[in-house]
């Protein structure tokens, strides 16, 4: 079992920085991918970065040149960098832990709530 306890969010103006933090607890494989998704009110939950454990990192068109997604694998954390916020950036942000050799096992934190005024 997989605990991840996300911190980081908050309400920011336009323009501004915030960096969430997702640490990873419990019994996990090396091998495995971590993700970041939101999810806005009335919106299907968004994947919005991907990194491998060997920091291969993907990011949906929306947040590339903007947020920067990061892991440190010794303390299984995964930080999520984002810059130049918008408006529509606005969500619960949830970090996610895939296992492919559990399974393909999925934990899912939390969710830590991002708000960007105008």
């Known amino acids: 079992q997989v605990q991840l306890v996300e911190s980081g969010g908050g309400l920011v103006q336009a323009g501004g920085s915030l960096r969430l933090s997702c640490a990873a607890s419990g019994s996990i494989d090396s091998f495995n991918i971590m993700r970041w998704y939101r999810q806005a009110p009335g919106k299907q939950r968004e994947l919005v970065a991907t990194?491998?454990?060997?920091?291969?990192?993907n990011y949906v068109d929306a947040v590339k040149g903007r947020f920067t997604i990061s892991r440190d694998n010794g303390k299984n954390t995964v930080i999520l960098q984002m810059n130049s916020l918008k408006p529509e950036d606005t969500a619960v942000y949830y970090c996610?832990?895939?296992?492919?050799?559990?399974?393909?096992?999925?934990?899912w934190g939390q969710g830590t709530q991002v708000t960007v005024s105008s």
């Open positions: 996610n832990v895939r296992e492919p050799r559990i399974g393909f096992r999925e934990s």
């Open positions: 990194i491998t454990e060997t920091g291969y990192t």
